[in-house]
């Protein structure tokens, strides 16, 4: 298990199964909801552990993975060990039924057993299989409600198990803002959680709502709409991400720059890559190398590293040469890459 980053999206992929496009830019944007002030994995020979934000050692190195706490627990691996640990790297619980499981939301975390094919439910803090492993892949619980598909189909329950919506669409993603993106055939549309349609399956393309909008393609061309289904941002030629603090990433003349809510530019399209803004810095790639700018556009943090993400709780994760490290928001390592 060569680290954590690569062992992190294939469980995502694994549990994502269920989302459409929206499902890589929205988890960049947002990433995972975590615990304040958050811990931090680090790598050190070849073991895992947890940093604090200053760069200080508070859950020693000593497991083969370890994924980002969610709502107080982390999923770690130990030889064949395998549970959640709390802040203070005391067993939570200890995995029995299932071979891997998720970041908990509302209180329960997605699992996936070891069967072939794998079959998906839900677990509570203290372990216990809460909704039974019978899903064909599962979602996240977001305002109450998690994507269930069945029989190739996909519908909500609640935290009871108890369908809500029943398995009806050919995809779906979680509920966000009171509306959840669902595609019947190859259309795009919105559903509220009373299962009832609320902006018609008509979008070659869409994401989930953001700040109030949602990017949404007819033609290859996309716009922002509001929950109305009235358009804000007229067409864009190119792609318009999900806006995060207040901006929303674009494609233009195959550069990324940034857009307001009026679609106004804000950043003229100049970087390769660009993700969205997160406490007040936006990810960007230039000739091959990640950085971070601010709302201006002006680089803070040059282009220098092999990969990164964006900024949680003050620091960000970045690779060099193959190893991970932290970062504060003026570009010094909190932590030095190591593996």
């Not at 929206?22 to 304040?36: H, L, N």
């Not at 677990?123 to 899903?135: F, L, M, P, S």
């Not at 409600?145 to 198990?161: E, I, N, P, S, T």
Request: net charge positive; charged share 20%.
């Amino acid at each position: 298990m060569p680290n954590v980053r690569g062992w992190k999206r294939t469980a995502a992929l694994t549990f994502c199964l269920v989302a459409l496009a929206v499902c890589a830019p929205r988890a960049r944007a947002q990433e995972r909801k975590r615990d304040a002030p958050p811990l931090y994995p680090v790598q050190q020979n070849g073991k895992w552990g947890y940093i604090d934000r200053g760069g200080r050692v508070v859950v020693e190195p000593q497991y083969d993975a370890a994924w980002d706490f969610s709502e107080g627990l982390a999923y770690v691996k130990k030889g064949a060990v395998r549970g959640h640990i709390d802040r203070a790297g005391r067993t939570v619980n200890t995995l029995q039924q299932v071979d891997v499981a998720g970041y908990y939301t509302e209180g329960l975390a997605p699992v996936q057993t070891s069967t072939q094919p794998p079959r998906f439910g839900f677990i509570d803090r203290a372990g216990k299989i809460v909704i039974n492993t019978e899903y064909e892949a599962v979602r996240n619980f977001e305002e109450g409600l998690a994507v269930v598909k069945q029989g190739g189909k996909y519908g909500f329950v609640d935290k009871k198990g108890r369908v809500r919506i029943r398995p009806q669409f050919d995809k779906a993603s979680s509920f966000s803002e009171g509306l959840a993106l669902v595609v019947v055939g190859n259309l795009h549309g919105y559903i509220d959680r009373a299962g009832r349609t609320v902006i018609a399956p008509r979008y070659n393309n869409a994401y989930n709502f953001s700040e109030g909008l949602a990017n949404v393609a007819t033609g290859g061309r996309y716009s922002c709409i509001d929950k109305r289904g009235e358009t804000v941002v007229p067409a864009q030629v190119g792609y318009v991400g999900p806006f995060a603090e207040g901006l929303a990433p674009v494609i233009a003349n195959n550069k990324f720059g940034f857009i307001d809510k009026t679609g106004r530019q804000q950043i003229a399209p100049q970087f390769d890559w660009a993700s969205g803004f997160s406490e007040g810095l936006a990810l960007v790639k230039q000739s091959g190398k990640y950085g971070f700018v601010d709302k201006t556009g002006q680089p803070v943090i040059r282009p220098q590293f092999d990969n990164a993400q964006g900024f949680n709780g003050g620091l960000a994760r970045v690779w060099a040469g193959g190893r991970q490290g932290y970062i504060d928001r003026t570009g010094n390592y909190v932590w030095k890459p190591t593996k």
